[in-house]
Nanobody
Framework: VQLQASGGGLVQAGGSLRLSCAAS????????IGWIRQAPGKEREGVSC????????YYVDSVKDRFTISRDNAKKTVYLQMNDLKPEDTAVYYC??????????????????????????WGQGTQVTVSS
């Protein structure tokens, strides 16, 4: 299983970035995909997740109306469009995937039930730094 995250970088407050997560090695259609971030000295936080069907999404309150998650099934890639970035968005962003919850419902636990064994698959992380 591979989750290859890209698109991070340094941007000024108010700017935009688009993260990409290219997946391989598992049955794409069965998996919810999401983004979890971790800032220095803080706990991991589920930012945005999308169901295996693509029809359901979750956003943490702090990014609602600024971030948009989408999935391209033909390319087996998930995107996170991040607009109006703020310094508090600075973190390492990890792409994650799991299939243990019912289809269409799995996007919420993927982002909110982070533990030592869940989600099952993690990408290598991409750094997002927002300067003030």
């Amino acid at each position: 299983v591979q989750l290859q995250a890209s698109g991070g970088g340094l941007v000024q407050a108010g700017g935009s970035l688009r993260l990409s997560c290219a997946a391989s090695g598992f049955t794409w259609d069965y998996y919810a995909i999401g983004w979890i971030r971790q800032a220095p000295g803080k706990e991991r936080e589920g930012v945005s997740c999308i169901s295996s069907t693509g029809g359901n999404t979750y956003y943490v309150d702090s990014v609602k109306d600024r971030f948009t998650i989408s999935r391209d099934n033909a390319k087996k890639t998930v995107y996170l469009q991040m607009n109006d970035l703020k310094p508090e968005d600075t973190a390492v962003y990890y792409c994650v995937a799991d299939s243990r919850f019912p289809p269409g419902e799995e996007h919420i636990p993927l982002c909110t039930r982070i533990s030592g064994s869940y989600p099952a698959y993690w990408g290598q992380g991409t750094q997002v730094t927002v300067s003030s």
